[in-house]
């Protein structure tokens, strides 16, 4: 079976990221964006709900590319997105907050979606995700 994308076309899988860390602490946007991603042709897709959980997830399986919400019940996903930083794996931001303010000045050419997202936003970022790590300056 092809992936399902935007537009109702569909397409090979070729250019996606094979393994997605989704870091959410909504159980249902989580699904969301897993279902999302997998009909896009991801074949590997792992969710954290918490910076500790993510960056344990990093150390076991360092992903292709992480979509990260900033904010995580009690915590802000920064210190997640500074791993992913140093060991240069592109990553986007999700977050349902607006403006720069709450952005690291480090962070503030990374991709971002807004919540919801829009389907058609999220599949031009997985479509470039590889560009996301030749952006970063760290």
């Given at each position: 079976?092809?992936?399902?994308?935007?537009?109702?076309?569909?397409?090979?899988?070729?250019?996606?990221?094979?393994?997605?860390?989704?870091?959410?602490?909504?159980?249902?946007?989580?699904?969301?964006?897993?279902?999302?991603?997998?009909?896009?042709?991801?074949?590997?897709?792992?969710?954290?709900?918490?910076?500790?959980?993510?960056?344990?997830m990093?150390?076991?399986?360092?992903?292709?590319?992480?979509?990260?919400?900033?904010?995580?019940?009690?915590?802000?996903?920064?210190?997640?997105a500074?791993?992913?930083?140093?060991?240069?794996?592109?990553?986007?931001?999700?977050?349902?907050?607006?403006?720069?303010?709450?952005?690291?000045?480090?962070?503030?050419?990374?991709?971002?979606?807004?919540?919801?997202?829009?389907?058609?936003?999220?599949?031009?970022?997985?479509?470039?995700?590889?560009?996301?790590?030749?952006?970063?300056?760290h």
């Amino acid at each position: 079976m092809k992936p399902i994308v935007p537009g109702g076309s569909a397409a090979t899988s070729a250019g996606m990221p094979g393994d997605i860390l989704i870091v959410e602490d909504d159980a249902i946007i989580a699904l969301d964006f897993e279902q999302t991603v997998a009909e896009f042709g991801v074949t590997r897709v792992r969710v954290a709900s918490s910076v500790a959980q993510a960056l344990v997830m990093i150390a076991e399986r360092a992903p292709d590319f992480a979509l990260l919400d900033i904010g995580l019940s009690e915590e802000k996903s920064f210190a997640v997105a500074k791993r992913l930083a140093v060991l240069k794996i592109p990553f986007a931001f999700v977050t349902g907050y607006s403006g720069d303010k709450v952005f690291p000045p480090e962070y503030s050419a990374r991709p971002r979606l807004s919540k919801p997202f829009l389907r058609d936003e999220l599949f031009s970022v997985l479509s470039n995700w590889q560009t996301a790590a030749l952006d970063d300056p760290h």
